[in-house]
């Protein structure tokens, strides 16, 4: 684990043309080059590659082939380094007839779907109307026909949704049809001699009816289920043919990105990116080796570059993904600065432990994000809840709540002793628990403070280190505060400390603040008109001073104020189960409960840490202004990824 | 939304499953499902407008009440589009004698903003069933005057306009409860939008259909100023020429006089063509400016509408585009 950001070196590399090929297989084997428009080359014979002229083809290939992959619900196949070394050259015109075949096969079976459904959608209709009692939209008629045409006058009958049923015991024939098609379906029955009888009582016929519509919606979704699996047979007989062409294509646009970075002269070929300084020596040991030695590479001091230009990788153990996600999910840190995933981590994990300290619904959380991980595996939110779990577990123990009930001892204090008292003497209160968030506040505050510090010491800008809200001066008017409300509670809020040290020492920091902008103006030699300048973010930054301090550490009381109301509801759900006149009825509330709490105050308890980790934590320190690391690999995701 | 990059790749797809793969993580992803299930692209636009209609009553579900009445007004333009639906199969099955049973599948069956037993609408054997279905509703007013000699002797023209209008009516009546930015919002659209319809309508059936005024004046959009201009009414009773309508132009839509000056004066279709182009763009830039401006009115809600139906349009054109035409054809098709 690092604690900034890794170190990237910007490096350009010059090979000979002909080992262009091997080269780009290197650099896609090794998958650590996040490749940069090599600037400043001029002349006519430095060429820019461009990209592949068959890389629009391919890259339609590839959608065609993965939406077909999709049909069948299969993954994507995962590329390895036997793909690069069996990379050839992709028959284009050989794929698309695959694809075209494949694609000819499945219009011609979705033609059938749509019939089918269409059909369906028939046979519900009536169905729906003579199950739901709508007979006003219904017709029914009994009678005989022109003998041996039943299946003539069945198929003129179905164009206009209506059926025709011919009972076994019975001469006479039934036709059920929509009375909005009477118009159509009248003439029919009369081309085929239809003969209206009164044989069958309607409610039988419309008994019958409803067999033969159950019977034939059975059958046609029996059909459409068939054509589905026709569907699936028709891509899956093709897969192993996709599956290579998928490989092949892949290797071959991935190739084709990197070849859009080379730039030739004519026997010359150059490119250039950035890749984390500790793999350098990899990287040049790759190069050397795939062009017998015959190569130069160069690097760029990254303190030449404008740090918002330098890609960001960081560098964080397993155990932390899921926070570096609730980081990157903010945004990507500039380069060089501190690696806040750790902080996250930590602030987090107790945040959400204080507003939802429960030993046996965090172990809930924590089996449900295990099972989940089993099942889904790589999902980070998984592995957050068994984070959270575990920690939700450690705080319920130090609180001695387990499912809403003291079954043990706190190892600190009593939580719901503190927020329901039973006796006099009470060590901790609801005030206590106020005061421990506060205090878990300011810590993070700091915490945030000096992370800004450390960051703005490395970019050398002394002036905002000192002047700036977040500045030394500015933590030395909230470290004053701090005092002043903690000998106002300490005097029983009777009054504030007198000390004229402190008042002195206040009058005199919020002075300084003001010559931020003439310094500024000094140092970058500007003259005259900063006077008002100067005097408005004067004004502002004390107002931002003392507000934004104010409300930033009282927003920390949100973390007792959850704890308090998780405590309140289990014991609202314990005096719910009490009234129950049996034990199964006592248990069934609990259970009922627990599930309710467990679900919606844990994600309230989630979604507000990291309300607090985003807006109160973030704001002290985080230029969110960094480019994600997106180096080319075989198996390249959507967005930049760490190494 | 979908930004213009996505579109310009889904124009390129060569099969509706490619097309409908890319659209996954959107909010056209459900469409894949229901095109592998059915095979029926007619089902897939079925979806886009059940989508929208769901939106409009989410969007109008989480507003306080005088709002949640405004966003029905405009939720009544999807339920007017679906009676128009429902109209249209009795029109082809009773008075056309067409096949409609598929067509039914098509459409919206669910309460959108008023109660209609949408199945007596569509199964409707005459016009007075039609009436009947409607009675209750606000489109009572328009169904009535008409019979079903009349359809038939007219066709269904009058009758949707008379619908069209009806949405614009309920805006217009929630107006007076709203805030006063947002009341000014929407009566400048609506204005404008009136206008520029209004103009289409006239050059379009009086110099090319030759409706007769009352009949004009009865398909005359009810918003914007143009409808009570008597230089309006002047037009409607005179030929037509073309003088007339820059001088109506020059006072409200100077800009709009100066593009019509390089189209041909005998021209009428590619006029109304202009016209339409230039409030399609107006309304974009209207709407585009209010998505910039104060995000605390109602303009973002309705610039969202806006934005959605439109592209709600191209992703359908798409659909179609791509089952019907060849790939080098679907850009264009689409209108993009």
Redesign the interface.
């Given at each position: 684990m690092n604690v900034f950001t890794l170190k990237m070196s910007l490096l350009t590399a010059l090979v000979l043309k002909e080992h262009a090929g091997p080269v780009k297989k290197k650099l896609l084997e090794l998958g650590i080059v996040d490749f940069r428009e090599l600037e400043g080359l001029s002349g006519d014979e430095v060429l820019r590659a461009g990209t592949d002229e068959t890389l629009e083809q391919v890259g339609s290939i590839l959608q065609q082939v993965e939406s077909l992959f999709h049909q069948v619900h299969e993954t994507l196949p995962l590329l390895t380094q036997e793909d690069i070394e069996a990379d050839t050259e992709i028959d284009i015109k050989a794929a698309e007839r695959l694809l075209d075949e494949i694609f000819r096969s499945l219009a011609a079976l979705r033609e059938k779907q749509k019939q089918v459904t269409g059909l369906l959608s028939r046979y519900r209709e009536l169905h729906g109307y003579l199950k739901g009692n709508s007979p006003d939209f219904l017709d029914l008629h009994v009678g005989s026909f022109n003998e041996g045409q039943a299946e003539r006058l069945s198929g003129r009958l179905i164009a206009h949704s209506a059926i025709l049923v011919s009972p076994e015991k019975s001469p006479a024939s039934i036709v059920l049809s929509l009375s909005r098609e009477r118009q159509n379906v009248e003439p029919v029955l009369s081309s085929f001699g239809w003969n209206e009888e009164v044989s069958i009582l309607p409610s039988e016929a419309g008994e019958m009816c409803l067999q033969e519509l159950e019977r034939r919606i059975g059958t046609v979704e029996e059909e459409r289920r068939k054509l589905l699996d026709s569907i699936t047979a028709v891509i899956v007989d093709r897969m192993e043919e996709l599956d290579s062409l998928y490989r092949q294509g892949r290797v071959r646009q991935l190739l084709g990105y990197i070849s859009g970075h080379f730039s030739s002269t004519r026997n010359t070929t150059i490119f250039s990116g950035w890749i984390p300084s500790d793999d350098t020596e990899l990287f040049e040991t790759a190069l050397q080796k795939v062009t017998g030695g015959v190569c130069v590479i160069e690097y760029t001091d990254e303190k030449e570059v404008d740090r918002r230009k330098v890609p960001v990788a960081l560098d964080d153990s397993r155990f932390l993904q899921p926070f570096e996600k609730l980081v990157t999910n903010y945004s990507t840190p500039q380069y060089g600065t501190v690696n806040p995933t750790i902080f996250v981590a930590v602030s987090y994990l107790t945040m959400f432990a204080l507003m939802f300290a429960d030993a046996g619904q965090g172990l809930v959380i924590f089996l449900l994000g295990l099972i989940g991980s089993r099942i889904k595996k790589g999902h980070s939110i998984l592995n957050l809840m068994m984070y959270l779990g575990i920690a939700s577990t450690v705080s319920g123990v130090l609180f001695g709540s387990y499912f809403g009930f003291p079954l043990f001892p706190p190892l600190w204090f009593d939580y719901h002793g503190a927020v329901f008292p039973h006796s006099g003497d009470v060590l901790y209160d609801v005030y206590s628990i106020l005061g421990i968030t506060l205090k878990f506040g300011i810590i993070v505050i700091f915490t945030g403070l000096i992370i800004n510090w450390v960051n703005l010491i490395r970019r050398r800008e002394w002036i905002h280190l000192v002047f700036e809200k977040n500045g030394i001066i500015g933590a030395f008017l909230f470290a004053m505060g701090i005092y002043l409300s903690y000998g106002f509670v300490n005097s029983g809020y009777t009054g504030f400390p007198s000390s004229n040290l402190v008042v002195v020492s206040i009058a005199l920091a919020v002075a300084a603040l003001f010559f931020r902008v003439p310094l500024e103006h000094f140092l970058a030699r500007k003259r005259g008109g900063f006077l008002l300048d100067s005097f408005m973010e004067w004004i502002v930054i004390i107002l931002e001073i003392f507000s934004g301090y104010l409300s930033n550490t009282l927003s920390f009381m949100r973390v007792a104020g959850l704890g308090i109301a998780h405590v309140s509801l289990m014991a609202a759900f314990g005096e719910i189960a009490s009234l129950s006149p049996n034990t199964a009825g006592y248990v069934l509330i609990l259970i009922l409960g627990n599930i309710l709490v467990i679900a919606l105050e844990g994600l309230s308890a989630a979604i507000q840490s990291l309300r607090l980790n985003y807006y109160e934590f973030f704001t002290k320190f985080f230029l969110g202004d960094g480019t994600p690391y997106s180096p080319i690999t075989l198996n390249t995701r959507s967005s930049g990824r760490r190494i | 939304m979908l930004d213009e990059q996505q579109l310009a790749a889904l124009s390129?797809?060569?099969?509706?499953?490619?097309l409908?793969?890319?659209m996954?993580h959107t909010p056209y992803e459900q469409l894949?499902t229901i095109y592998?299930?059915?095979?029926?692209i007619q089902?897939l636009e079925a979806e886009i407008n059940s989508q929208a209609i769901r939106i409009h009553q989410e969007i109008a579900s989480s507003l306080d009440p005088v709002y949640s009445k405004l966003i029905d007004a405009f939720t009544r333009k999807l339920e007017i589009e679906n009676i128009k639906g429902m109209i249209r199969l009795?029109f082809s099955?009773?008075i056309k004698?067409e096949?409609?049973?598929?067509r039914?599948?098509y459409l919206y069956r669910e309460r959108i903003v008023d109660d209609i037993s949408w199945?007596s609408l569509?199964?409707?054997?005459d016009f007075e069933e039609i009436r009947k279905a409607l009675e209750h509703t606000i489109y009572s007013e328009v169904i009535n005057p008409f019979t079903q000699e009349r359809v038939r002797e007219e066709g269904l023209f009058f009758l949707e306009t008379g619908l069209d209008h009806i949405w614009v009516q309920s805006v217009q009546a929630v107006l007076p409860s709203l805030a006063r930015e947002d009341r000014l919002i929407i009566t400048s659209l609506l204005e404008a939008d009136g206008d520029l319809k209004n103009l289409i309508n006239i050059f379009r059936y009086h110099a090319l259909w030759d409706l007769p005024p009352d009949q004009l004046r009865h398909i005359l959009y009810p918003a914007g100023h143009l409808q009570y201009s008597e230089d309006v009414r002047r037009l409607m009773e005179e030929d037509i020429h073309t003088d007339h309508i820059r001088a109506i132009l020059e006072k409200r839509y100077p800009r709009l006089a100066r593009e019509l000056d390089s189209v041909d004066d005998e021209d009428i279709r590619a006029q109304v063509q202009r016209i339409e182009q230039y409030l399609f763009i107006m309304r974009k830039g209207e709407y585009q400016r209010l998505l910039r401006g104060n995000p605390f009115t109602i303009g973002t809600v309705l610039s969202y509408f806006f934005l959605s139906e439109q592209q709600d349009g191209v992703v359908k054109r798409l659909i179609n585009a791509v089952q019907y035409t060849s790939a080098s054809e679907h850009y264009r098709e689409a209108g993009l």
């Open positions: - | 390129k797809s060569r099969s509706i499953e490619q409908l793969h890319q996954q894949y592998h299930e059915t095979g029926d089902m009795y099955n009773i004698g096949d409609i049973s598929q039914f599948t199945l569509a199964n409707a054997r």
